[in-house]
């Protein structure tokens, strides 16, 4: 046998096959469900997979769709970046002093509970409707759901391993790096990836409350003129790409980091 085959035979794995069939299967499923759901219900209502697909095409042939969905996904990574490095810098500073935990708390309590509708409505009449309120609203939202998962990484740190690196007198950076990071960071994975579905979803109304262009204005306008068809064929690409980020980014990044962790069911 050769090495090249040797090789091939290492990378594919029916364990890995089976795993995306089983993905895979709930999405066809689905499908079969809407295709037979199309055709007892009026075509108004609920528009079959083609319908909704011809519209994708054309939408994608003038580039309309490629340019909101565009617009879209750069509010989300700034937003989730934003919500993620100053919910992290806040989790950890709660986590790691009293005084400036009972100090925020009240306030995490208090954005946790608060609608996102309210803020997005208050930032925009506020601030205007522009770029800065529309971020600005999606990160007050995301911030403490992040901050609270890091307070909780950061109270569970080893303490041993703080006492380790004290009487080996490590400089600020390299406890940083081989201390506390690999502590924090199945805390961090666990932010990121619920932070990720929080904040598209919440652009999403952003944009159809208060901005010119997107998917959530484009579903907007859909919405307006009861084009079900229309909406559908911009929801379900944004939709698609949000699952392709969270299969192809955060859960392999998520299985690095926790690489060090007794498999899931061994």
Not at 89 to 105: E, P, Y
Not at 218 to 233: H, K, S
Request: with cysteine.
């Amino acid at each position: 046998m050769s090495k090249l085959t040797i090789k091939a035979v290492s990378v594919w794995r029916p364990g890995k096959t089976k795993a995306f069939l089983l993905r895979l299967l709930p999405l066809i499923l689905l499908l079969l469900v809407w295709q037979v759901g199309s055709r007892v219900s009026s075509t108004g209502t609920l528009p079959s997979p083609l319908a909704v697909l011809s519209v994708i095409a054309t939408e994608a042939w003038s580039g309309a769709l490629f340019l909101n969905l565009a617009v879209t996904l750069a509010r989300v990574a700034v937003a989730f970046a934003l919500a993620m490095a100053l919910g992290t810098v806040l989790g950890v500073a709660m986590g790691r002093n009293k005084t400036i935990d009972r100090l925020c708390d009240p306030l995490l309590i208090v954005l946790l509970n608060l609608p996102a509708l309210v803020v997005i409505v208050l930032a925009y009449i506020w601030v205007g409707l522009n770029e800065a309120a529309a971020i600005g609203a999606v990160v007050l939202n995301k911030l403490p759901n992040t901050a609270v998962t890091l307070r909780e990484g950061t109270r569970a740190l080893d303490k041993n391993l703080d006492e380790m690196a004290r009487v080996f007198d490590l400089t600020f950076g390299k406890k940083l790096r081989h201390v506390v990071l690999p502590q924090l960071v199945p805390y961090l994975a666990a932010a990121m990836r619920s932070g990720l579905s929080l904040v598209w979803k919440i652009v999403l109304i952003v944009e159809l409350l208060g901005r010119s262009n997107g998917v959530g204005f484009e579903i907007g306008i859909a919405f307006q003129l009861f084009d079900v068809t229309r909406l559908l064929a911009y929801a379900l690409p944004f939709v698609g790409l949000m699952l392709a980020i969270e299969t192809f980014i955060l859960q392999p990044f998520e299985r690095h980091i926790s690489r060090w962790r007794p498999p899931y069911g061994a």
